[in-house]
């Protein structure tokens, strides 16, 4: 089954179009010939029989109510051009009007006497079908109650092969005429499909051979909506690979200011030049350009690197974040003293590992100190955290691409550091976002709630703290 269902979607729609007709012809054989014809023989047989009665029936009345025969009288109410009505009386079949030579032979009226023989007052009605010399009869029998007479009534097969032929005809023509028309929409909306489709692909081929070209579909359905995702992931696309070959660009330019500092610096003591006054800050000037250099390398690599790092050592590993804001904001404090920060933190505990938490909290505390014009504040609650501070209020654009690699703030240096805190959060099945406040700014982690019973001390498997990875140990690995 599986092996159809791979052959059958490599067809191009237009042929999975032209095979699902065919099998609908195929089923519509099988219907008609196996369960159709055999409805309208049963619906032609209850018809036959229907009419046998209620032609019967003024015959059986009189019967019933005066007890003796009127020939005359039968003879009118049985004249009737499909079927022959007679009377059965003592094993002698006698017939209405002298239709004798019209229709029937001795054969079927022995058989029409057999059958009257088996009626009484409580089984009083039969009916059914007899072939007899190659040629079928439809009959009724109805025992008259009030006398002992049989009204028997047949015909041969003339009638309802006719009718049968008309309804198969009509039925048959009905049915072709509406899968004709099904045929024409399904046609026409298939049609409706591949030409934009085809619209779609001869873009992206386009897109692949670096033209510039527009995708207009005018639809609001699903085709529509992948058209409109393409248009957009194409200008997202265009517009990162600006946004990275600007980042390349200041990349260069702020890796080569502290490597031509560290170069002409070490240039000048080597001549016994102190280009700083003396040759312990001289050195320091260079330590300082070359920490610069590290930190810039070690984010490139820990971009690169972060999602194999967390995918493959992070099950069930979790860490305190209480521990891990803590020792951030401790560090932090010295990179602008005068700026207040106001912790409301609980113990509690995040799925993944401590040295992600850590650059992650790391990386929006720094965004924070850029911009914060009198306080930092962080509020740390189970499986949600927020770092608010008073600065200047992000515009809407901004917003929109906050957490998009080499996407730089008015104030950002590298474009990278809110990009980690987003696969840092993704990895680890957290969402993040930053938006606006009344007093500035917040970016916020959290998790939304599962409708299942919450973890225990017991059930953390480990809680993992992992000592700073320096730029050595990730070139390494």
């Known amino acids: 089954m599986k092996k159809i269902k791979d052959t059958f979607h490599k067809l191009s729609l237009t042929k999975q179009f032209v095979s699902i007709i065919f099998l609908c012809l195929i089923a519509f054989l099988i219907f008609f010939f196996a369960i159709l014809r055999t409805g309208i023989n049963n619906t032609i047989e209850t018809q036959m029989f229907s009419m046998l009665q209620n032609n019967q029936r003024p015959i059986v009345n009189l019967l019933e109510n005066e007890g003796n025969v009127n020939e005359e009288l039968y003879a009118y109410l049985s004249k009737n051009s499909t079927q022959v009505d007679c009377l059965i009386s003592d094993g002698v079949l006698h017939i209405f009007g002298g239709r004798e030579d019209k229709i029937g032979n001795n054969e079927l009226y022995k058989y029409l006497i057999v059958e009257s023989g088996q009626l009484s007052r409580s089984n009083n009605v039969k009916h059914g079908i007899v072939r007899i010399n190659d040629m079928e009869y439809y009959y009724s029998l109805v025992y008259c109650k009030n006398s002992d007479y049989v009204v028997a009534s047949y015909m041969d097969n003339t ?53 510039e070209v527009d995708l207009n579909i005018n639809r609001g359905d699903e085709i529509g909506q992948v058209a409109n995702a393409i248009t957009l992931m194409k200008d997202e696309l265009t517009k990162q690979e600006k946004a990275k070959e600007e980042m390349i660009h200041n990349i260069s330019h702020d890796l080569k200011t502290p490597i031509a500092t560290i170069k002409s610096y070490g240039e000048s003591i080597k001549d016994g030049i102190y280009p700083y006054g003396d040759l312990e800050s001289s050195v320091d000037v260079i330590i300082d350009n070359a920490n610069r250099l590290e930190k810039k390398v070690y984010n490139l690599l820990y971009l690169n690197r972060i999602e194999y790092l967390l995918t493959s050592d992070s099950e069930g590993v979790v860490t305190n974040m209480k521990e891990v804001v803590e020792e951030v904001v401790l560090n932090s404090a010295v990179i602008r003293p005068e700026i207040e920060v106001i912790t409301d933190i609980e113990e509690v505990f995040f799925d993944g590992l401590l040295e992600a938490w850590r650059v992650c909290i790391e990386n929006i505390m720094d965004n924070a ?38 996407e730089k703030g008015e104030k950002g240096k590298f474009g990278l550091g809110l990009s980690i805190v987003s696969k840092v959060t993704k990895t680890n099945n957290y969402n993040v976002e930053g938006y606006n406040t009344e007093d500035g700014v917040c970016f916020r982690i959290y998790r939304k709630p599962v409708e299942e019973k919450k973890k225990t001390n017991s059930s953390w498997k480990k809680i993992e703290r992992i000592k700073e990875t320096n730029y050595e140990d990730v070139k390494k690995k």
């Open 159 to 211: 009638y309802p092969s006719s009718f049968r032929s008309i309804l198969v005809d009509s039925t048959v023509y009905l049915i072709i005429l509406a899968f004709i028309l099904v045929f024409m929409v399904i046609l026409i909306w298939v049609f409706s499909i591949i030409q934009p489709l085809g619209q779609i692909k001869e873009y992206i081929k386009q897109i692949n051979m670096g033209k």
């Open 369 to 406: 100190f850029r911009y914060a014009k009198s306080y930092i504040k962080i509020e740390v609650r189970e499986d949600d955290l927020k770092i608010l501070n008073d600065g200047p209020k992000m515009s809407e654009e901004r917003i929109q691409t906050l957490f998009h690699p080499f």
